[in-house]
């Protein structure tokens, strides 16, 4: 893993591209980004300066790709089950009758954090179209890395995941952690036999509100931690890079290796019992 030096962001514009730079984001990188503002500390504009510093970092060439994920419409989310934890009936049932089906063009993603519905209600963002496990992308490669999500599959083959390990895209953690990313559920998909489950969400049909029940692998980030400490030891160099930008530890991580070591690690840590 390589180290970088700390460089603080409170001047805003003037200095967080020049953080994303020293920690290794280049021109024409394909950025998939997991953020925490919180972390990062104080930020002259917040949100959309870091996606403007970001999108400066990569320049006109480069694409800002973030989860836009919606568990707020699914009632076999975690999100729903924690949502719905002590209701009597008539209230459980209340709750479903108001949630809202998925539209890409103006379902919000409040789970995700601040930045991911920056980018998704910029200007020329595309999303894709997944009703639970969305992406949006600012930048030229935004529709080719959307297309085609289908959607009774999360993440693995038919989603935007496939398509940035294809582009050769690196994972920008900026003040977050191995726990939140979204790159290892992919090797749970190449996983030999992965379990699967049942999944619920509401969805338009000809215009119609309707829940669609369908099945697609049990995504489990429960070890993602661990699995990420164990791939920053075996990473080659240049793999990872690490270093703060503001406050916050930062890592960027080249999607490809990441995700190649996740699917031996998790045939190997999975099929034992943890």
């Known amino acids: 893993m390589d180290d970088v030096d700390v460089l603080d962001v409170t001047d805003g514009r003037a200095r967080t591209?020049?953080?994303?730079?020293?920690?290794?984001v280049r021109p024409g990188d394909v950025l998939l980004v997991h953020a925490s503002l919180r972390a990062l500390g104080p930020v002259a504009g917040g949100a959309r300066e870091v996606l403007g510093a970001l999108r400066?970092?990569?320049?006109p060439s480069g694409t800002v790709v973030v989860p836009a994920f919606t568990p707020e419409n699914s009632d076999t989310s975690p999100h729903y089950r924690e949502r719905v934890r002590g209701l009597n009936v008539g209230a459980v049932d209340a709750v479903r009758a108001a949630m809202p089906a998925y539209d890409p063009a103006l379902t919000p993603a409040p789970s995700m954090g601040a930045l991911?519905?920056?980018v998704r209600t910029a200007a020329g963002a595309g999303r894709s179209a997944h009703p639970q496990t969305s992406f949006a992308a600012?930048?030229?490669g935004a529709a080719r890395l959307l297309a085609g999500h289908r959607p009774d599959c999360h993440l693995g083959e038919d989603s935007p995941l496939a398509r940035l390990y294809e582009a050769d895209a690196r994972i920008l953690l900026l003040?977050?952690?191995y726990a939140t990313c979204t790159a290892f559920h992919l090797g749970e998909y190449r996983m030999p036999g992965p379990p699967r489950r049942s999944y619920r969400c509401v969805v338009t049909s000809r215009g119609v509100r309707r829940w669609w029940e369908y099945e697609d692998v049990a995504l489990d980030d429960g070890d993602f931690a661990a699995l990420g400490a164990a791939f920053e030891e075996a990473a080659a160099e240049g793999d990872v890079r690490a270093g703060r930008v503001g406050a916050a530890e930062c890592r960027l991580v080249r999607l490809r290796p990441a995700v190649d070591f996740a699917t031996i690690w998790l045939k190997e840590h999975?099929?034992?019992g943890r």
């Open 138 to 140: 600012l930048g030229p």
């Open 270 to 272: 999975r099929t034992a």
């Open 116 to 118: 991911a519905e920056t």
């Open 17 to 24: 591209p020049a953080a994303l730079t020293a920690l290794g």
């Open 175 to 177: 003040g977050t952690g």
């Open 56 to 59: 400066r970092a990569v320049g």
